[in-house]
């Protein structure tokens, strides 16, 4: 994890957020290049899950929700850690993690009683700041897609089978954030609410949990470090009837990116219950209304980037000395090509490499860079997963020819300059 850490901040990945005030913990800033994988990450999920579907259909809901939604959720009354306090270095623990209840594991002070503490932040909308104006932060996405259950069902007309997609920001107070970007307290989640009959739910369960785990492994994550894991019944939220986790081996232990669970018709007859809208379904060829159950495949984006940094990250020996590289699939990676100048202190070399690039630009992702030495810089395009390198030398100037090099093989070959284009494009595709 400090190598990858390292490589985060030093390439421009994930930097710690609000650094220069000293930081505040467990926040964490995507920098250029960690934008654009977590970018190319969440295209690559909605592709599959909306796009690539007939079934499934895009939304974006609002963060701020009305404040009955999280009495109907149930995560007003469930939504808790139990903590314990240190009466002497004022620490909070999550009781789950302690090996003794009553002695501090930092200090040695007395601990308070266990009590519950919510999760869910909250705050005040508009300018006065009383109990008649909390609201919270959503906890998870999913709730924007149930409260909007009528509204797709009216203007989209969709039959059962049907699912919700949603990508965006979610808040939890957690106790004990940490391991990186994997448990924050703002973080991305990725959901698939599936609406289907009750008969075929088991079925359908089962066949998200197969559709999702070979979704991470289109993403070129290894398949020994991915697993399914199923919940035992104590585990299990307060909505589900079933769980199952595909969890991925990070350094420190195998550990949840993303969960499948079988929410019941809990949710849509709650807010059935708590709004006064009926939220059934008609089934106009058997004539009957009945509450949907949902499949949810729920994972985050953040844990999901991480676990590809990790999966990605290679050293190699090249003769005396090692190479960091991170091999990110062609559709992840956050560079593409960058076009480098052999000499740089030759104004004919820089000019025509630059040239290059910008007519590169227009048709795919590429950088100029000539702020080093040839070798440092094929380090550098190595450790942020660039795939191709397109070096301009003395012999380009005369044979219009440049060399690619392959970030993989690290085989270089010599191509036409007005072939190059196509060649890319061809690689990349
Ligand atoms: N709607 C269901 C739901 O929210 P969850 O298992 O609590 O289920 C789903 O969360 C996913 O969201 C997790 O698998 C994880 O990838 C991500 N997630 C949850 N809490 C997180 C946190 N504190 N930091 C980063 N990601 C988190």
Redesign the pocket.
Known sequence: MDKVTSLCKRRGFIFQGSEIYGGLANTWDYGPYGVELKNNLKRAWWKACVYERNDILGMDASILMHPKVWEASGHVENFFDLKSDCKVCKKRFKTADLKDNSVCPECSGQLTESRPFNLMFKTHQGPVEDASNLIHLR????QGMFVNFLNILDSKHPKLPFGLAQIGK?F?N?IT?GNF?????E???M?IEYFCSPLDADKTYESWIEERFNWYLSLGIKKENLRKRRHAKDEL?HYAKA?T?IEYNFPFGWS????I?NRTDFDLKQHSKFSGKELQYFDDQKKERFYPYII?P???????VLAILVDAYHEEKVKEDTRVVLKLSKDLSPAKVAVLPLLRNRPEIVELAKNIAGDLKKSLIAVYDDTGAIGKLYRRQDEVGTLFCVTVDVQSLEDKQVTVRDRDTMQQVRISMDKLKEYLINQLS
Do not use: I, K, N, W
């Open positions: 906890p998870e996405t999913a979610a939890r957690e954030p970007t994997f448990r924050t307290r973080f991305e989640q959901e939220a769980c986790d949840e990116l993303e969960g669970a949810e729920s994972g985050g984006v953040d844990r999901s």
